[in-house]
T-cell receptor, first 111, second 116 residues
Framework: AQTVTQSQPEMSVQEAETVTLSCTYD???????LFWYKQPPSRQMILVIR??????QNATENRFSVNFQKAAKSFSLKISDSQLGDAAMYFC????????FGKGTHLIIQP | DTEVTQTPKHLVMGMTNKKSLKCEQH?????MYWYKQKAKKPPELMFV???????INESVPSRFSPECPNSSLLNLHLHALQPEDSALYLC???????????????FGSGTQLSVL
């Protein structure tokens, strides 16, 4: 069974600053994918970024990037130049027969 | 079309009612999922359909009955629910079969269910 741990229930950042959300996971699989999903107040789950475990290069999507440390089973999300629209619940997830999510981090953007 | 459409958006039902939630996608995806999400909690997987066949049932009570009439539609039939079943029910789809680890899930906006 997979587990995902997000140790930060809530984070706050000033607009235009950079923030990092933490995630650790556990799996017995050798090949897997990791995801960050965003859930704004509308409650729509939106994919932010995806990382393939066999790739050493960290994934990036515009202002979003990850720091993937496979040996440490760590998968943090960095958001650069934070914008008000980034305010949301962020879930880290691992994929095996459907996603297993962490408990989420509530990100607050201070204007 | 990259949308997963769920209806209704909100549903209030009594414990003796029978209702259905509907989910539709036209992306040609062959895997579809139901998740349940309680307030301030992460989504929890309920069911997975792969090529219109139920492939995963995460020990969900029988008062929830999924149905996949065709590759574009997924229903969740509800009967004799309890107040603790009140939650947001999310549908998702992905391109291929379950067990393919690189699947990107597309989510609908959910049905907010209240059981009185």
């Amino acid at each position: 069974a997979q587990t995902v741990t997000q140790s930060q229930p809530e984070m706050s950042v000033q607009e235009a600053e950079t923030v990092t959300l933490s995630c650790t996971y556990d799996t017995s699989e050798s090949d897997y994918y990791l995801f960050w999903y965003k859930q704004p107040p509308s409650r729509q789950m939106i994919l932010v970024i995806r990382q393939e475990a066999y790739k050493q290069q960290n994934a990036t999507e515009n202002r979003f990037s990850v720091n993937f440390q496979k040996a440490a089973k760590s998968f943090s999300l960095k958001i650069s130049d934070s914008q008000l629209g980034d305010a949301a619940m962020y879930f880290c997830a691992i994929e095996k027969d459907g996603l297993t999510f962490g408990k989420g981090t509530h990100l607050i953007i201070q204007p | 079309d990259t949308e997963v459409t769920q209806t209704p958006k909100h549903l209030v039902m009594g414990m003796t009612n029978k209702k259905s939630l509907k989910c539709e996608q036209h992306m040609g995806h062959r895997a579809m999922y139901w998740y349940k999400q309680k307030a301030k909690k992460p989504p929890e997987l309920m069911f997975v359909y792969s090529y219109e066949k139920l492939s995963i049932n995460e020990s969900v009570p029988s008062r929830f009955s999924p149905e996949c009439p065709n590759s574009s539609l997924l229903n969740l039939h509800l009967h004799a629910l309890q107040p603790e079943d009140s939650a947001l029910y999310l549908c998702a789809s992905s391109q291929g079969r379950t067990g393919v680890a690189n699947e990107k899930l597309f989510f609908g906006s959910g049905t907010q269910l209240s059981v009185l």
